[in-house]
């Protein structure tokens, strides 16, 4: 059975729900299931899961685990030691960013249920504080920028 709360509609977990992984993954479809409907392609979806999963896998915790040092450290590592590109870090901390503000999100019952089931509960681990900022008007290595006009 469905039960409707305003515009919305809370789907009930399965008998598996308090199995962690398989709460992920019900929280990752419901995920998919609003990019899906925000017209995201099945490219950007996947690729934004597997962003999740790899923090998932590089801190050892569930999402509804993760701290600020959590996140630190996968972005730390992925520019520091993957020698990840300064937009590719910044797409992954989006990535994150846009899981963490849909389970964090009041109007889905996702804490609740968290809470509920493992004692703990969803927080947004991407802030103004470890987020790499926008320091150029162009996003690829300077070697690549389109040159200026004074360059021209």
Not at 109 to 133: H, K, M, Y
């Amino acid at each position: 059975m469905v039960e409707k709360a305003g515009n919305l509609a809370f789907l009930p977990l399965g008998d598996g729900a308090s199995d962690p992984d398989t709460f992920l993954n019900e929280v990752l479809n419901a995920w998919s299931r609003l990019q899906r409907a925000k017209d995201f392609g099945d490219g950007t979806i996947r690729s934004r899961r597997s962003v999740v999963m790899k923090l998932v896998d590089f801190s050892g915790h569930f999402p509804w685990q993760w701290t600020l040092g959590d996140a630190d450290d996968f972005f730390s590592h992925a520019s520091g030691v993957k020698n990840l590109s300064h937009s590719a870090v910044r797409t992954y901390q989006g990535a994150i960013k846009l899981f963490c503000d849909f389970a964090c999100n009041p109007q889905y019952d996702w804490n609740e249920n968290c809470a509920r089931l493992f004692g703990s509960v969803f927080a947004q681990v991407i802030t103004e504080l470890n987020r790499i900022p926008h320091s150029q008007p162009h996003e690829a290595r300077s070697a690549k920028r389109p040159f200026s006009r004074q360059e021209l």
